[in-house]
């Protein structure tokens, strides 16, 4: 069973700095493809960045420039790092895991919220 575990989420100033990290438990954080999503209050869950098993990324084009997701496969840990935030980056943000052949895995969320 694979367990996600958020952590580095809070309230951060507009223009500030958060790193969200994503632990993973298990063997087979190596071979998935990893993701951040966010969900704002009465919005639907989107996409932020992903990671895949390379190295490749790509990003949401809102979050493009000012976020960048990154992978330590030695440590099971994906991250998020955010930069120059601003209130409309408040959101839960969720970690996901995919691995072929299998439904996805969720971590529980991490709050991040922006003031302005």
């Known amino acids: 069973q694979v367990q996600l575990v958020e952590s580095g989420g809070g309230l951060v100033q507009s223009g500030g700095s958060l790193r969200l990290s994503c632990a993973a438990s298990?063997?087979?954080?190596?071979?998935?493809?990893m993701g951040w999503y966010r969900q704002a209050p009465g919005k639907q869950r989107e996409l932020v960045a992903t990671i895949t098993t390379g190295g490749s990324t790509t990003y949401a084009p809102s979050v493009k420039d000012r976020f960048a997701i990154s992978r330590d496969n030695a440590k099971n840990t994906v991250y998020l790092q955010m930069n120059s935030l601003k209130p409309e980056d408040t959101a839960v943000y969720y970690c996901?895991?995919?691995?072929?052949?299998?439904?996805?895995?969720w971590g529980q969320g991490t709050q991040v919220t922006v003031s302005s």
């Open positions: 996901k895991m995919s691995i072929p052949t299998r439904f996805p895995y």
């Open positions: 298990g063997s087979i954080f190596s071979i998935a493809l």
